[in-house]
C-alpha cells in the first residue's frame, strides 16, 4: 500500500491526523494516558473549563438512548487557573499533539477573561469557545443560540487573544446554524467546531420521573451524524474559515464524510464512552480505508462534495 | 484498562432474577476485590459495569440481576457466545488494612465483590466474617461459596424466612462478630445504616450511573469529604469518612 497523508492543516496547526477527541470524552487526557498512546491523536480537547471549579450536576448525569446517551455532567471542572496551570503542562509533557483548552463563561467578561488566561498558557495550542453547552443554567447555550449574542463573545474573545486560533463551538438547538456561524466569522473567529449536543430527555416510566436529575441534558451518538453532518456542510459552504466537525462520528468512514462536507478537523465524542479506544482505532483504520477509496492525502478531499 | 473479548463459559439462574456469569479469555487476567468490569452489550450504547465476584487465572466470575432491557438482553445469551469487557475498572478494596479480623457486610447482590475479597482476606492470613442480608428467601445467592472458604455467614432476611428478621444491622447486634475492620456493599440506604452502627474503620462500595466507567467522562462524580470524586476511577470503594450520606 502507497503511504497515506492523514495530516491536515488547521489555522496554521499542523496536525498528524485529523482526529480529536471532543471535549467532554476525553477529560484532561491524562485519564487516558495509560490506555494507549496519546501521540496517535491529531489534537485533543480538553474538558470545558470556567473561571471557578464547578462541582456540576447531581446524579444521575447520564442516560442511555437508541443509538446514542445524554449527558449532564454540568461542566464539572477545576477551574480556568488548573487548566492552564497544571492540566495543560502535565498533558504537554508525554503529548505533541494540538492542545485545545474549551472555555465556556457565565458572561461575556468570563469568556474573556478565561481565554486571555488560555492564550498567556504556553502548553495551549487551540482556544474552543463553547457557546453551547445544554447543561447549565445562565450562560452556556445562551450565548449561542442568538447571532448577536454568539457576536458578542467572539469579539471579546477575540480581542484579548492574540496568540490563538479562536474556534467557536455551536448548538445544533437553533433555527440558522449558518446566520450565527457567520455572525462569528464576522467577529473575528478564526474557525467554527460544531455541533455540541441536542437537548434531550429521558423518563425511567417505572419511576415516572426524568432518568436524568437535571431533567434534561445533551443527546449525542451516532443517531445525530446525519444532523451533524448537515450542519457542518451548511456552515463549511457558506463561511471561508474551517470547521471542526462533531456529532456521532464513530468509525474511520465518518471521519471521511465529514471532511467530504467540509471538515478540516473531526471530533469523536460520545463514542469514547463506549469505546475508550475509538479514536486510535479510528486513526488506525484511515490508510486502508483512504486506499479502498483512491485517496492519498485527507487534505485533498476536505470540502468536495 | 484493557479492552478484551471473553467468551461465556456459564450463564446460569442462581436466585430470583440473579445470574452468576462465568467469562474466559486468552491469557491471564488481574482483577482486585471491589473492581469492576464494563460489559458491551450487543444492541445498546453504553457498556453495563459489572462488579467483579471471583477472579479466575484466565477470566471472571461476576453476578448481575436482570433490572432493564440490557440486563435481560445477557441473560439470554448463551456459552460461548463472545463479549468484549473493559477490565480492571475502579480502586477496589483494601484488605491489607485489615489487622485481622475483617467483617463483610453485604445487601443483595453487594454480596458478589465481598466473595473475593474474602478469599484475598484468609489469603492474607485474616479471619473473616459475613452477614448478608436480603429482601427474601429466593434471593440469596453467595452463602454457600463463602461457607466453602470456611466463612461464618449470618443472614438477615426482611420477611425473616431465613436467619435473623430485619436487616444486616439487627444480624450484628445478633451475632456480635469480632473484627477490627469492615467492608460492605448494598444499598445506600444499608451502608449508610452500617456505618452509623459500627464505630470501627470501614471501607464503603458505592455504585452511580456510569458514562465511560473509565474515569474521564465525569458521569458519576459524587461530592465527598475531600471533594469531587469519581465513583468509577476514584471509587467505587471510599472510606467510611468520605461518604456524605
Known amino acids: 500500500m502507497v503511504t497515506k497523508d492523514l495530516s491536515v492543516s488547521l489555522c496554521g496547526l499542523q496536525l498528524a491526523n485529523p482526529v480529536v477527541p471532543a471535549s467532554g470524552t476525553f477529560g484532561f487526557g491524562l485519564e487516558l494516558a495509560d490506555s494507549f498512546d496519546l501521540n496517535l491523536l491529531g489534537g485533543i480537547s480538553l474538558k470545558g473549563t470556567t473561571r471557578e471549579a464547578r462541582f456540576g450536576n447531581p446524579t444521575p448525569r447520564i442516560a442511555e438512548c437508541t443509538a446514542g446517551m445524554i449527558n449532564s455532567v454540568g461542566l464539572q471542572n477545576p477551574g480556568i487557573e488548573v487548566l492552564v496551570t497544571e492540566k495543560a503542562p502535565a498533558l504537554r509533557k508525554i503529548y505533541r499533539g494540538a492542545i485545545i483548552a474549551n472555555i465556556s463563561g457565565f458572561s461575556v467578561e468570563e469568556y474573556a477573561y478565561n481565554c486571555g488566561r488560555a492564550d498567556a498558557c504556553p502548553d495551549i495550542d487551540l482556544i474552543e469557545v463553547n457557546v453551547s453547552c445544554p447543561n447549565v443554567h445562565a450562560g452556556g447555550m445562551a450565548f449561542g443560540t442568538d447571532p448577536a449574542s454568539a457576536a458578542s463573545v467572539t469579539k471579546a474573545v477575540r480581542e484579548v487573544v492574540r496568540h490563538k486560533p479562536v474556534f467557536i463551538k455551536l448548538s445544533p438547538n437553533v433555527t440558522d446554524i449558518v446566520s450565527i456561524a457567520k455572525a462569528c466569522e464576522d467577529a473575528g473567529a478564526d474557525g467554527i467546531t460544531l455541533i455540541n449536543t441536542l437537548l434531550g430527555m429521558r423518563i425511567d416510566i417505572k419511576k415516572r420521573k426524568p432518568v436524568i436529575a437535571n431533567k434534561m441534558g445533551g443527546f449525542s451518538g451516532p443517531a445525530v451524524f446525519p444532523l451533524a453532518l448537515r450542519m457542518v456542510y451548511q456552515v463549511a459552504h457558506a463561511c471561508g474559515i474551517p470547521v471542526m466537525g462533531c456529532g456521532g462520528v464513530r468509525r474511520a468512514e465518518d471521519v471521511i464524510e465529514m471532511m467530504m462536507a467540509g471538515a478540516t478537523a473531526v471530533q469523536v465524542g460520545a463514542e469514547n464512552l463506549r469505546n475508550p479506544m475509538a479514536c486510535p482505532e479510528i486513526v488506525a483504520a484511515l490508510p486502508a480505508l483512504m486506499d479502498s477509496l483512491g485517496i492519498n492525502s485527507l487534505q485533498e478531499i476536505i470540502g468536495t462534495v | ?245
Not at chain 2, 7 to 25: C, G, K, P, Q, W
Not at chain 2, 115 to 138: C, I, R, W
Not at chain 2, 159 to 176: H, N, Q, R, W
Open chain 2, 1 to 245: 484498562m484493557q479492552k478484551r473479548i471473553f467468551h461465556i463459559e456459564s450463564n446460569d439462574a442462581v436466585a430470583r432474577d440473579t445470574f452468576r456469569l462465568v467469562l474466559r479469555t486468552d491469557g491471564p487476567v488481574a482483577v482486585c476485590s471491589g473492581q469492576f468490569v464494563d460489559i458491551d452489550i450487543p444492541g445498546y450504547y453504553l457498556r453495563r459495569p459489572i462488579s467483579v465476584s471471583d477472579s479466575l487465572p484466565d477470566g471472571v466470575v461476576l453476578y448481575y440481576k436482570v433490572v432493564g432491557e440490557g440486563t435481560r438482553v445477557l441473560s439470554a445469551m448463551a456459552p460461548g457466545a463472545a463479549l468484549e469487557l473493559l477490565l480492571p475498572l475502579g480502586n477496589g478494596f483494601d484488605p491489607e488494612k485489615c489487622a485481622a479480623e475483617a467483617l463483610l457486610i453485604g445487601g443483595g447482590l453487594g454480596a458478589a465483590p465481598l466473595y473475593l475479597l474474602a478469599k484475598e482476606l484468609l489469603a492474607a492470613g485474616k479471619k473473616v466474617t459475613a452477614v448478608l442480608g436480603f429482601n427474601k428467601a429466593d434471593e440469596i445467592c453467595l452463602i454457600d461459596e463463602l461457607k466453602a472458604l470456611g466463612v461464618p455467614v449470618h443472614i438477615a432476611t426482611m420477611d425473616g424466612s431465613v436467619g435473623t428478621k430485619g436487616f444486616v444491622t439487627d444480624a450484628i447486634a445478633a451475632a456480635k462478630p469480632a473484627f477490627d475492620r469492615f467492608y460492605t456493599c448494598g444499598p445506600l440506604p444499608m451502608m449508610k445504616a452500617v456505618c452509623a452502627a459500627l464505630s470501627a474503620p470501614g471501607e464503603v462500595s458505592l455504585e452511580e450511573r456510569m458514562g465511560c466507567g473509565a474515569g474521564f467522562c465525569y458521569g458519576c462524580t459524587v461530592q465527598t469529604a475531600s471533594g469531587p470524586r469519581r465513583v468509577c476511577a476514584d471509587g467505587p470503594v471510599f472510606d467510611k469518612e468520605e461518604v456524605l450520606w
